[in-house]
């Protein structure tokens, strides 16, 4: 089993939705990635390099960006945010990756 671990800006990209999303989201953090968080499935796939996580996890319309510590099974939930087409968007501004 992984812990999950939030970094700061990953909680700031949680706050901006409504208290309902972040239910939906937390919870299918949860689900998904408490026990085989590099496996690859529909939901969830490693990303091409970039400077802020190595994995992407699909909750509806929300995406949570994510590294994996193998070492000390942990997950760490880099930011959380909406992907419109190919473009990310975290607290409601568009993002390069």
């Known amino acids: ?21 972040q239910n939906i989201i937390v919870d299918g953090i949860d689900e998904q990635l408490r ?5 690859e499935t529909r939901n969830r796939k490693p990303m091409r390099a970039n ?3 190595e994995w992407e996890l ?9 590294t994996v510590g193998s070492q000390v099974r942990i997950v760490e939930i880099q930011r959380i945010g909406e992907k419109r087409g190919n473009a990310f968007f975290f ?3 568009k993002t390069d990756l």
Request: without cysteine; aromatic residues 18%.
């Open 51 to 53: 400077t802020i996580a």
């Open 35 to 39: 026990y085989e968080p590099l496996v």
């Open 58 to 66: 699909r909750i509806e319309a929300y995406r949570v960006l994510y």
């Open 1 to 21: 089993m992984y812990d999950i671990d939030y970094t700061e800006e990953a909680l700031d990209d949680l706050q901006y939705f409504r208290k309902h999303e």
């Open 91 to 93: 607290r409601g501004r």
